[in-house]
Nanobody
Framework: VQLQASGGGLVQAGGSLRLSCAAS????????MGWFRQAPGKEREFVAA????????YYADSVKGRFVIYRDNAKNTAALQMSSLKPEDTAVYYC?????????????????????WGQGTEVTVSS
């Protein structure tokens, strides 16, 4: 599976952005996928994950209520709708495919459990 993330940019605090992740490969729909982010000088952190069917999701506490993760298996795409953005959301955002159709929150929040990663798209939130 190859992943291509897009949609990043510069936005003011309080604004919104929608990140997209396009996947190639026939097995995309069989696996959960997630979004991670890495801010300058910080470690990569989990943002959100969605099950293979789209029926289950997990979010990091820091984005819960502001971000929504989607997927469209028919189009081999996933998205992260980000609202009420804050300067601390500034980071490079990565989409990734989990090595399972779904798992518990602890498992899906660990980057080591993801087999495929996109190249990242940069989000900058100005105050």
């Amino acid at each position: 599976v190859q992943l291509q993330a897009s949609g990043g940019g510069l936005v003011q605090a309080g604004g919104s952005l929608r990140l997209s992740c396009a996947a190639s490969g026939r097995t995309f729909s069989s696996y959960a996928m997630g979004w991670f982010r890495q801010a300058p000088g910080k470690e990569r952190e989990f943002v959100a994950a969605i099950s293979w069917s789209g029926g289950s999701t997990y979010y990091a506490d820091s984005v819960k209520g502001r971000f929504v993760i989607y997927r469209d298996n028919a189009k081999n795409t996933a998205a992260l709708q980000m609202s009420s953005l804050k300067p601390e959301d500034t980071a490079v955002y990565y989409c990734a495919v989990l090595n399972s159709y779904w798992a518990d929150r602890y498992y899906v929040s660990k980057g080591q459990n993801y087999d495929y990663w996109g190249q990242g798209t940069e989000v900058t939130v100005s105050s």
